[in-house]
C-alpha cells in the first residue's frame, strides 16, 4: 500500500528524529514533488536559516532533508544537488542550473 502524501499540502514534521520508514517517505514525497536545482540551488543565506535532517543511516553520505519553520522545503543528496518544493523554489528565487 503506497502511504505518501499525494495531495498538494506538504506534511509539517514535528520533530528531527524520523524512522528510516518515515524519513524514505519524507524524501519520496519531495523527489516526487520538488524540483531538481542542482548543487548551487541553493545560496548559503537561505542554506543557514533551514533545519537539516540526516537520513538514519549508517551510510557516510546519506540524504539530508530541509526544514523551513517545521515544513520540508528541499532534499540534498550528496554530489547530485538539491530538490526544492515549488513554493519554496519561488519564494526564495531558487533556479534550475538551466534556468540561470
Same mark, same amino acid.
Given at each position: 500500500?503506497?502511504?505518501?502524501?499525494?495531495?498538494?499540502?506538504?506534511?509539517?514534521? /514535528?520533530?528531527? %528524529?524520523? =524512522?528510516?520508514?518515515?524519513?524514505?517517505?519524507?524524501?519520496?514525497?519531495? &523527489?516526487?514533488?520538488? *524540483?531538481? #536545482?542542482?548543487?548551487?540551488?541553493?545560496?548559503?543565506?537561505?542554506?543557514?536559516?533551514?533545519? /537539516?535532517?540526516? %537520513?538514519? =543511516?549508517?551510510?557516510?553520505?546519506?540524504?539530508?532533508?530541509?526544514?523551513? &519553520?517545521?515544513?520540508? *522545503?528541499? #532534499?540534498?543528496?550528496?554530489?547530485?544537488?538539491?530538490?526544492?518544493?515549488?513554493?519554496?523554489?519561488?519564494?526564495?528565487?531558487?533556479?534550475?542550473?538551466?534556468?540561470?
Amino acid at each position: 500500500m503506497d502511504s505518501r502524501n499525494h495531495g498538494t499540502e506538504s506534511p509539517e514534521v /514535528a520533530g528531527t %528524529e524520523l =524512522t528510516p520508514e518515515q524519513f524514505q517517505d519524507l524524501y519520496l514525497y519531495i &523527489a516526487d514533488n520538488g *524540483v531538481f #536545482v542542482g548543487i548551487s540551488g541553493v545560496s548559503w543565506r537561505d542554506h543557514v536559516a533551514l533545519k /537539516a535532517i540526516d %537520513e538514519p =543511516t549508517t551510510a557516510p553520505e546519506g540524504l539530508s532533508i530541509y526544514l523551513s &519553520a517545521g515544513w520540508p *522545503v528541499a #532534499v540534498y543528496e550528496f554530489d547530485v544537488g538539491y530538490r526544492v518544493m515549488p513554493a519554496f523554489r519561488h519564494r526564495w528565487g531558487w533556479r534550475r542550473p538551466d534556468e540561470q
